[in-house]
Nanobody, 126 residues
Framework: QVQLVESGGGLVQAGGSLRLACAAS????????MGWFRQAPGKEREFVAA????????YYTDSVKGRFTISRDNAKNTVYLQMNSLKPEDTAVYYCAARGGRRSSGIDVINTYDYWGQGTQVTVSS
């Protein structure tokens, strides 16, 4: 089992920044790909960003490229999402997720993830 706890959400004005963190406990963190997903009211949960277990490769949905950066610190068992130039459409509950097995594909696919955090609210005012 892997337990994930997100933090860092809050209320920010458009153009501002937030840094989300996801602390993992349980099994060996460095064996897991890590992803960030979000869910806005009335919408389905969607992929935001992911990072491979090695930390070498990162992936982003088009709408956040150039604004968000995912990173991980395997020594601290933590993955981060730095969010800059925030827009009102970024408002959502943000979830951290982990998937094991060092799979080669589908890193942006929700149902390939095995463990989920409880989510943290991000609200961007206009």
């Amino acid at each position: 089992q892997v337990q994930l706890v997100e933090s860092g959400g809050g209320l920010v004005q458009a153009g501002g920044s937030l840094r989300l963190a996801c602390a993992a406990s349980g099994r060996t963190f460095s064996n897991y790909d890590m992803g960030w997903f979000r869910q806005a009211p009335g919408k389905e949960r969607e992929f935001v960003a992911a990072i491979r277990w090695s930390g070498i490769n990162t992936y982003y949905t088009d709408s956040v490229k150039g604004r968000f950066t995912i990173s991980r610190d395997n020594a601290k068992n933590t993955v981060y999402l730095q969010m800059n130039s925030l827009k009102p459409e970024d408002t959502a509950v943000y979830y951290c997720a982990a998937r094991g097995g060092r799979r080669s594909s589908g890193i942006d696919v929700i149902n390939t993830y095995d463990y989920w955090g409880q989510g943290t609210q991000v609200t961007v005012s206009s």
